[in-house]
């Protein structure tokens, strides 16, 4: 039984823009396209939401619902850097990670045992910490699947955590309208209409052989996510934003020194790794990461990509400053450039991401 953790972020321009400059909370904020040059609403907060205003709205009809309307421009450069900070909080729980957007994501955590292995747990902890380190909400849903995961995430939104365990998957799915399942657009879920079938409890009625004949190869698939399967397997983007080594040790390093005299062999088993990295990587900034013994962690990171020894100790020496407790595991590792993926990006439309952001909610 797998285990599939998705998150979600709420309103994650605006919640951005709202951080950037606390002034806006409270008000109606949209992030999109100037109504001047026809632009249309990327994200907008909940307070805009309150006023009929919601993603892919032209901005002009935007402003007549909404006259008070804080309209800015989406600054894309900045939410990539967010969303990568977001990216290196779930690295800690998964290798197996699926980014869907800037702002969702899928983790395979069936073999992590971060937490106790318990996917709730990290769940919890992602929304903590997302929330501690970023100043940032995001919603997480907890399921064996990724359709179920993804629907999970949405039942509580904004701020909210669904889990849907594996004893829960065939009650909750019979309840589940059909447009809520994933492939289902309006053109499906108008012929589902025609045939009667308005909820999974419904869609069971129907044999397999009934649905394809009705839906083609999509029947099949209906057939199944009625009974909640989806075998789907979360794609893990290969390409790597950083790498990092960590040791938990059985018995707490009681001091800086004691730390500082673990740091050889980190730093050997860190180069071990960077050493298998292929040529369209290079080496970015350096990163330390301290949990101590009472759980509480920090993270210290620096620009510049020297990686001694000698620069290691002064960033631990101060990363552990923050604490100065008796420590449990010690990270290090390194950001890193991607220059393949780069030359990739350079292949897009430029004026795509400045004119039409994508949408997220
Ligand atoms: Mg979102």
Not at 14 to 31: D, N, S
Request: glycine residues 6%.
């Amino acid at each position: 039984m797998r285990k599939i953790i998705h998150i979600d972020a709420d309103c994650f321009y605006a919640a951005v823009e709202m951080r950037e400059a606390p002034a806006l909370y409270g008000k109606p904020v949209a992030v999109g396209g100037s109504p001047r040059e026809r632009g249309v609403v990327a994200t907008c907060n909940y307070e805009a939401r309150g006023w009929g205003v919601h993603s892919a709205l032209p901005m002009a009809q935007a402003l007549k619902r909404c006259p008070d309307l804080i309209v800015i421009a989406p600054r894309m450069e900045l939410y990539r850097q967010v969303s990568g900070q977001i990216h290196a909080i779930l690295q800690d729980y998964s290798d197996c990670i699926e980014p869907l957007s800037l702002d969702e994501a899928f983790l395979d955590v069936s073999d992590s045992d971060a937490c106790q292995g318990s996917a709730t747990l990290m769940a919890q902890e992602i929304r903590r910490r997302v929330w501690q380190e970023l100043r940032l909400v995001v919603s997480a849903g907890v399921a064996p699947n990724k359709f179920l995961a993804k629907i999970a995430s949405d039942w509580r939104k904004p701020d909210g955590l669904f889990v849907i365990t594996p004893a829960e998957v065939d009650a909750f799915v019979l309840q589940l309208p059909v447009s809520k399942l994933h492939g289902v657009g309006k053109i499906t879920a108008q012929k589902l209409e025609r045939l009667g079938i308005d909820d999974c409890a419904r869609l069971r009625e129907f044999d397999r052989l009934e649905l394809v004949r009705q839906f083609g190869k999509f029947g099949d698939r209906l057939w199944q996510l009625a009974r909640g399967i989806d075998e789907r397997p979360v794609e893990a983007n290969s390409r790597r934003q950083s790498i990092s080594v960590e040791e938990t040790y059985s018995e707490d390093l009681p001091n800086l020194d004691a730390c500082l005299a673990q740091l050889p062999l980190l730093m050997a088993s860190l180069q071990r790794r960077m050493a298998r990295l292929d040529e369209h990587y290079r080496i970015d900034r350096p990163q330390v990461k301290i949990k101590f013994h009472d759980f509480t962690q920090t993270t210290l990171e620096q620009a510049g990509a020297l990686l001694s020894e000698q620069r290691f100790a002064m960033m631990l020496a101060a990363a552990y400053a923050r604490g100065n407790k008796p420590v449990r595991l010690l990270g290090l590792g390194v950001r890193l450039l991607d220059l393949k993926g780069r030359a990739e990006q350079l292949e897009l439309p430029f004026s795509s991401a400045a004119s039409a952001p994508p949408r997220s909610g």
